[in-house]
């Protein structure tokens, strides 16, 4: 094989400037290849819905990526349909491109949108470039456990064979978890163990102050955290989010002064909850849209404690990344998740926070109840967070694994 022009090629729906992780982590990956030497480019969509800017150019160069983005529908993310919709338009988009992927060493593809590595695959077969699959949700089984689809619907029926060919045409599968690699294993008859590499998502490391003044907050200055539990949820409030036992549990906890919720994010089932604060009037629950920059640092800093989920049935099949953020921030995490996941491992073996089963409300009020009345507690498991952190999920740590796995495969070329 001719050595190829250019060694990488990002494959993904969001990149750079775009704030959601499934646009920081790929650009966070590119950066760390393109310090270790690496030609790396990026083949991606237009920015929308998640950017602050709308003055982004179609093609640019930033921090040594070369960086093309491409127009295609994008219609409100909803709606099943829509999503759909904006998933063929882009692999569409990407797919009339694909003579250039020849120029590629070899490509990282995402999973989302689901069809979309069968480009990839396809730049396999043809060009043999070597592909690296990196497996953020597991479809369609992640559709019919969110009543997506049903599992003997047509398009189920075409994913399986989509599935089929991309699996046949990948040198390397990364997922999120042990839980996510184990499912792969027994799911996928194509892969074999040594095709897997289990890289967890990260966070920046921002080593703000605790001690921020919120008062000069002004987005955040309702809030009075003096005396005061403030239990965080920030991120996705999608179909893969489980907000049920959260929203029984504030309304166990509605009379107690002591305890505030925030909220902070985007999704399907924001509106949800919207309605049902102002419905049953829970003047206990702050509700603001995606937070950036120093407002999102500013939330991480007068929480006191912060929920992640993961809907029933879902464990293996993906990973709520916005876990490790809550770990650097030096905070325990109560996790609804599946017992033997690897964040549901990881809490009980340092001590950082809780796991719990789904639908388990009156367990969450427990724990909450625990938290406001056990600082030294809260504390303790708080420093034990900010050490999981630092051994396991920093940008640096884990992004040296791409840069060790690229290192070997482009290497055998």
Known sequence: MLKSEKDILFLCQYFYPEYISSATLPFDT????????FTVSALTGYPKEYSLTNNVPLKETHKNIEIRRLKYIQLKRSHFIGRLINYFSFTFSVALRFRQLRQYGAIIVYSNPPILPLIAALANKFFNTKVVFVSYDVYPEIAYFTNAISEDSVISKVMKRVNKSIFKHVNTVVTL??????????HRAALSKQQIEVIPNWYEDLAFSHATNVSENKLL???????????S??????????LDPIIEAIRQLKDDREVQFLFAGHGIKMDQLKKIVETENLSNVHVFDFLHGQDFQDALSISDCFIVS???????????????SYMMASKPVIAIIGADSDIARDLMDYNAGYAIQAKDSSKLVNIITELLSDRVKREHMGKNCRKLFLEKYTTEKCTKQYVNLMQKLLGEQ
């Open 177 to 186: 978890s042990n839980e996510m690699k184990n499912y792969l294993l027994k």
């Open 233 to 242: 949820y920030f991120g996705n409030m999608g179909v893969c989010q489980d």
């Open 221 to 231: 200055a309702s809030i009075k955290n003096d005396g005061n539990l403030i239990v």
């Open 30 to 37: 590119a950066v760390a290849l393109s310090k270790a030497g």
């Open 310 to 324: 993961l809907a029933d049935g879902l464990t293996g099949l993906a990973v709520p990344s916005k876990t490790y």
